[in-house]
């Protein structure tokens, strides 16, 4: 499986972005999808994700700013981020949590990441 995240950029705080993650490849099964973050001289945190089932989840920090969806169709799962501040500044990551077969367990696959800039 392979993720490319995209929508990253500089923006002005109290603005907006929306960040998209194709996939590519097969999977016998996805969990979640999701998206994370790391900023500078920090660990990668949680962001936000969507179950299979359609369950999300979100970091206190992003509750009611970000919203994420995904498109089965197209195999994408966005983030749209709003209101954003300086503390949002940081590469996000997306993430497919599945399994390749009926024979692997759950994997994390993650994308390449993409920098967002939250001037103030």
């Known amino acids: 499986v392979q993720l490319q995240a995209s929508g990253g950029g500089l923006v002005q705080a109290g603005g907006s972005l929306r960040l998209s993650c194709a996939a590519s490849?097969?999977?016998?099964?996805?969990?979640?999808r999701g998206w994370y973050r790391q900023a500078p001289g920090k660990q990668r945190e949680l962001v936000a994700t969507?179950?299979?089932?359609?369950?999300?989840d979100y970091a206190d920090s992003v509750k009611g700013r970000f919203t994420i969806s995904r498109d089965n169709a197209k195999n994408t799962v966005d983030l749209q981020m709003n209101s954003l501040n300086s503390e949002d500044t940081a590469v996000y990551y997306c993430?497919?949590?599945?399994?390749?077969?009926?024979?692997?367990?759950?994997?994390?696959?993650w994308g390449q990441g993409t920098l967002v800039t939250v001037s103030s």
């Open positions: 993430n497919t949590r599945g399994r390749k077969s009926y024979f692997h367990y759950d994997t994390d696959y």
């Open positions: 490849g097969n999977m016998f099964s996805i969990s979640a």
């Open positions: 969507i179950t299979s089932g359609g369950d999300t």
